[in-house]
């Protein structure tokens, strides 16, 4: 049974740091991309980040190139988002997903509870 749980999320000042955690369990992650994405209240769904369990490499959306980092630890099956020099548009629940790859959404079967990231003064 594929699981992806996230944490790490929380109230932050503008200009400041997170980092998000997902753990995945229930399937072979070198095989699969792990992606990020965000909802904010209103707003549909968009991808953040993602990073392909082959190879490792990484896709970000426009908007958090330069401040948002996407890593992995194998041994530990879990991918992190490093999230820099964050501002209120940032503010959104965050998901990661599995079974996709890219930064669209609706490509991805396996989903998180999400966890939120709110960024205000």
């Known amino acids: 049974q594929v699981q992806l749980v996230e944490s790490g999320g929380g109230l932050v000042q503008p200009g400041g740091s997170l980092t998000l955690s997902c753990v995945a369990s229930?399937?072979?992650?070198?095989?699969?991309?792990i992606g990020w994405f965000r909802q904010a209240p209103g707003k549909e769904r968009e991808g953040v980040s993602c990073?392909?369990?082959?190879?490792?490499?990484?896709y970000y959306a426009d908007s958090v190139k330069g401040r948002f980092t996407v890593s992995r630890a194998k041994v530990k099956n879990t991918v992190y988002l490093q999230m820099n020099n964050l501002t209120p548009e940032d503010t959104a629940i965050y998901y990661c997903?599995?079974?996709?790859?890219?930064?669209?959404?609706?490509?991805?079967?396996?989903w998180g509870q999400g966890t939120q990231v709110t960024v205000s003064s």
């Open positions: 990073i392909f369990g082959s190879d490792g490499s990484t």
């Open positions: 997903a599995t079974g996709g790859y890219g930064l669209t959404p609706e490509v991805y079967d396996y």
């Open positions: 229930g399937f072979t992650y070198d095989y699969y991309a």
